[in-house]
């Protein structure tokens, strides 16, 4: 009999564009005693090679990538930073190219129900019904936090009165994030003031519902990265850039930077609160903070970005998730 393969493997999953964030993670765990095991979901199944064997006298799951293998059994957790679609020769018949891709999801998900026994950062399941952010806004609501007046619609009429309602002060978003890594995704699309001229031609919500919020007044916008119970909050000031005004990330380079920033104890419990609910280990909360000192919760994205926090303020969030998936003591 072989001997027993020591569970000390972390899985990074991830995908090819992805830098810093999953590099520093993976530099914590090796100086714990891990190993770090980076897979890049993009690139299955060109470029990885994963079996996934079931029988009554067991299982085998596998996965082969840049010249190592990995076996099930060796992985004591993972962190789920992000899962990409799968990456396929622009060869291929449009329509063979669309059956690979979703077998290739199918595989590679039943490879991941492998490694159901691993404590996971997050549990996908968790993470996919957290991403649901109309039930984000109804927690955040029921655990205290302030919301700001929110409607989701592909009704035309319905938009138009609540925009009246507001009294022309609206934005609009989406209902998910389209972002890649630390820098922008090639389409990315920005919370966007509403003004009645981008009204009278709604009639394009009845090919895609938009959500519509109550513009909330602006001191600073904060993004705090939850980890594990702990929260690491960074500050920036958007309305020091025009562009960046209604939404942060549309700022130039230069115009505004992080700063160190906390969130009163009150708002702090009430978001650990939050994530006990929505059941994540980790989470990038986005807040606004009004020019009388209130703390507006506007979304939570579980696989959100961090790395600009650690970056700029030194704050030592892949240290923390190391802990996290080593089941160790928070880092302080």
């Known amino acids: 009999m072989s001997p027993r393969t020591p569970r000390d493997t972390v899985l990074l999953l991830t995908h090819s564009g992805d830098y810093f964030t999953v590099e520093r993670v993976a530099e914590a765990l090796a100086r714990r005693g891990a190993r770090p095991f980076r897979l890049n979901t993009d690139l299955f199944p060109e470029e ?3 079996s996934s064997g079931l029988g009554n006298r067991g299982t085998d799951y596998t996965v ?17 930073r992000k899962l990409w ?8 018949d449009e329509q063979l190219r669309a059956m690979c891709a979703r077998e290739s999801v199918a595989a590679l998900e039943g490879f991941l129900d492998g490694l159901h026994d691993a404590l996971w950062v997050n549990q996908p399941a968790r993470e996919r019904e957290a991403e649901n952010k109309l039930l984000q806004l109804r927690l955040a609501s029921e655990v205290g936090l302030r919301i700001p007046r929110t409607l989701v619609t592909n009704d035309p009429a319905r938009a138009q009165k609540f925009y009246k309602e507001l009294g022309g002060s609206m934005v609009a978003k989406l209902l998910r994030p389209l972002s890649v890594s630390m820098n922008d995704a ?4 920005y919370t966007n003031e509403v003004t009645a ?11 895609c519902p938009m959500v519509f919020q109550e513009r909330v007044p602006k001191e600073r916008e904060l993004r705090v990265a939850y980890v594990g119970g702990e929260l690491f909050t960074g500050a920036i000031d958007a309305a020091a850039s025009a562009r960046g005004a209604t939404d942060w990330r549309r700022a130039e380079v230069g115009e505004v930077s992080w700063e160190h920033s906390e969130v009163p104890r009150e708002v702090a419990d009430a978001l650990d609160a939050l994530m006990t609910r929505l059941g994540l280990a980790y989470g990038a909360v986005d807040l606004i903070q009004t020019p009388s000192g209130e703390h507006v ?21 892949s240290e923390a998730i ?11």
């Open 186 to 189: 090639p389409f990315f699309v």
């Open 322 to 332: 190391a802990d996290v998936l080593l089941g160790l003591a928070p880092h302080r």
């Open 297 to 317: 919760f506007l979304e939570v994205n579980p696989g959100g970005e961090w790395g600009m926090l650690e970056r700029d303020l030194g704050l030592l969030i």
């Open 48 to 50: 990885l090679r994963i």
């Open 197 to 207: 001229r981008d009204l009278e031609d709604a009639e394009t919500l009845r090919h």
């Open 64 to 80: 082969e990538a840049g010249g190592e293998r990995l076996r099930a059994v060796e992985v004591r957790a993972v962190w789920a």
């Open 85 to 92: 679609m799968p990456r396929l020769d622009e060869r291929l």
